[in-house]
């Protein structure tokens, strides 16, 4: 069994669904999650949500024990943490940041990300729907990966 893929999302995304709808539509975090699990029904999921800055590190710093890939929407932590963004930079395996919104579509507070440049790659715009999508990239990131270092 390969090990799980990790996502996790930061702050006030456990208000998705009610929190300003013209922008993150209706959809709630937990359809999210049973999206990303039928994305990929083989693959253990470890999918966790937090307002917390260090309950994310912390779950970095066990997917750099435990997991194969790692999908982060840091949300407003994206412009502010420089901590996620080092405990990324220790993660060995594929990163994609994911964004419901396009972020650089928006205010110019949300053009700046600290995740980006540590990340193999970056999905924004595609509201909800980005998340399943990620997740199958990630899959065929993990399977490239395995595929160089058997």
């Not at 940041?97 to 600290?114: G, T």
Request: positive net charge; aromatic residues 8%; charged residues 20%.
């Amino acid at each position: 069994m390969s090990k799980p893929i990790y996502i996790l999302n930061g702050p006030n995304l456990n208000r998705l669904g009610t929190r300003e709808p013209e922008i993150y539509g209706r959809t709630t975090l937990a359809e999210v999650e049973a999206m990303c699990r039928a994305a990929a029904p083989e693959q253990e999921i470890i999918f966790r949500q937090s307002n917390r800055e260090y309950e994310i590190i912390d779950w970095i710093h066990e997917a750099i024990d435990r997991g194969s890939g790692i999908i982060i929407n840091p949300a407003a932590f994206t412009f502010t943490s420089m901590a996620i963004m080092d405990a990324l930079k220790m993660f060995p395996g594929p990163i994609i940041e994911l964004h419901i919104s396009n972020i650089h579509r928006r205010e110019p507070i949300y053009h700046k990300s600290y995740v980006s440049p540590i990340a193999t790659a970056v999905i924004a715009g595609l509201g909800t729907k980005g998340y399943p999508f990620a997740v199958k990239a990630m899959l065929t990131m993990i399977s490239k990966a395995n595929a160089r270092h058997p």
